[in-house]
Structure formats: structure tokens, C-alpha cells
């Protein structure tokens, strides 16, 4: 691509990154969650892809894959930490520890220590995310040999 | 064979008509006793106070675990029907 189109995507990727870190953060309190902000990630990406060609990328797919297991092996660890009283019992909720501060009841006043294990799972879930929207870019990128960027 | 047709498409078309007429209202579920307990007791329970990401995660969790399995096997696909074959 063009310097004017490098430039602009070295400003913006940054942002993107931001946003959908938020996004993934703030699962609990505002609409969104880790699939969205996952879904966010990956389109910086995707940007990333089309700019600067997914050769840059090849050396990540370690990368990738490493936090993809990660994701689903929190997400299962995290499910099975209420494995006392039922599967995806959310026993961090309310106990005081991390994330467990009660909220009151009615409008949000938008507390980020609250939830329990929801926003471990949003976390959790925006790692598969981002890593499998990422690879599955990097590898439609990867595709057919010799770039025409 | 053709009137066959003819009054086949009519018997659609007034079920759908019928269907719409008389369609249950919008918003007015039959049995709401599910939704009253999650918007009543999903804030104590799970202590969040966006109601959705608790039922997503915490009440349906199950399901979200469906979600990333479905998302692992698309992945999985991509790459295998993606990979250089050398031979």
C-alpha cells in the first residue's frame, strides 16, 4: 500500500487495539464482551493483512495458537471452578476477593471490580477470539502465494 | 397437475396470511417466569450489573462454551483447507 495508507494504519492500529481492549474489559458492565471486543482485535488484523501483507505476520502464528489454548483452557478452568455446586458456577460473585464486590441493584453505576468470574470469561473468550478471527485472516492472507498489495 | 400446484400455493398462502393475523403480539412472551427471575435476581446472584454478559456467561454458559468450540472448528477448517501441500 501507499505511504498515506501505512501512515494512517500505524495511527489507527494502536487505537484499535485500545478500543477493543475495552471492550473485552468492560464486558460486565456495558454492552459487548469478549466476542465483540475479540471481533474488534482481529479487524485491526485484518488492517494490519491488507496494509502491510500477512508475510509480517507469519512469524506470530506461535503466537496465536499459544493464546488460543490459553483462552479455552482459562475458560474450562474457570467453568470448573464451580464444579462444587454446578458446572459455570460463578463463585468468585460477591465473595469480596477479585471481582467480588456486590453491586447494588437498578442502574449501572459502572463498578470495574464486580462480576465474579464474567469478566475472567470475558478475557478468557476475547483470547479465542482474537486469536482465531486473527489466524483465520492471517491465513486467507497467507493464501495463494505472492501478495498484490 | 398444474391446479395441484395452484391450490398448493393458495393453502401457503393463507397460512401465512392466517399467521399473520392472527400472530401473537410482539414483546408478550407466553410464560415470562424465566426472564422475571433473571432480571430480578441476575444482579445479586452473579454481581454484575449488565444482566446479558451474566446470563451469557454464567446461566448459559454452556452455551458460550458451544460458541468458542464452533469458533475453534472454523478455525481448524480454515487452516486445513488453507495449508500448503507439498508434495
Not at chain 1, 458456577?89 to 453505576?109: E, I, S, T
Amino acid at each position: 500500500m501507499s505511504v498515506v495508507v501505512r501512515t494512517i494504519a500505524r495511527i489507527i492500529v494502536p487505537m484499535i487495539l485500545a478500543f477493543g481492549g475495552y471492550v473485552i474489559m468492560h464486558g460486565h458492565l456495558t454492552p459487548g464482551g469478549g466476542f465483540q471486543g475479540g471481533a474488534v482485535v482481529a479487524s485491526a488484523v485484518a488492517l494490519i493483512v491488507v496494509v502491510f501483507g500477512a508475510e509480517r505476520l507469519k512469524r506470530r502464528k506461535t503466537l496465536l495458537s499459544l493464546l488460543e489454548d490459553l483462552g479455552a483452557i482459562a475458560f474450562i478452568a474457570l467453568a470448573f471452578l464451580g464444579i462444587g455446586v454446578t458446572f459455570f458456577r460463578n463463585v468468585l460473585a460477591g465473595g469480596g476477593g477479585l471481582f467480588g464486590v456486590p453491586v447494588p441493584p437498578g442502574p449501572n453505576p459502572g463498578f470495574l471490580d464486580t462480576g465474579g468470574t464474567l469478566p475472567l470469561m470475558n478475557w478468557a473468550v476475547g483470547l479465542k477470539v482474537i486469536a482465531g478471527l486473527g489466524s483465520v485472516v492471517v491465513l486467507f492472507g497467507l493464501f495463494g502465494g505472492k501478495d498484490d498489495r | 397437475m398444474r391446479w395441484l400446484k395452484v391450490g398448493a400455493l393458495l393453502v401457503v398462502v393463507g397460512f401465512l396470511l392466517g399467521a399473520a393475523a392472527w400472530m401473537h403480539p410482539f414483546g408478550l412472551p407466553w410464560a415470562s417466569d424465566m426472564d422475571d427471575y433473571f432480571i430480578a435476581n441476575a444482579q445479586g446472584e452473579a454481581a454484575a450489573n449488565n444482566v446479558v454478559t451474566s446470563v451469557v456467561f454464567d446461566y448459559r454458559g454452556f452455551d458460550t462454551l458451544g460458541e468458542a468450540t464452533v469458533l475453534l472448528c472454523a478455525v481448524v477448517g480454515v487452516a486445513l483447507m488453507l495449508r500448503r501441500i507439498t508434495r
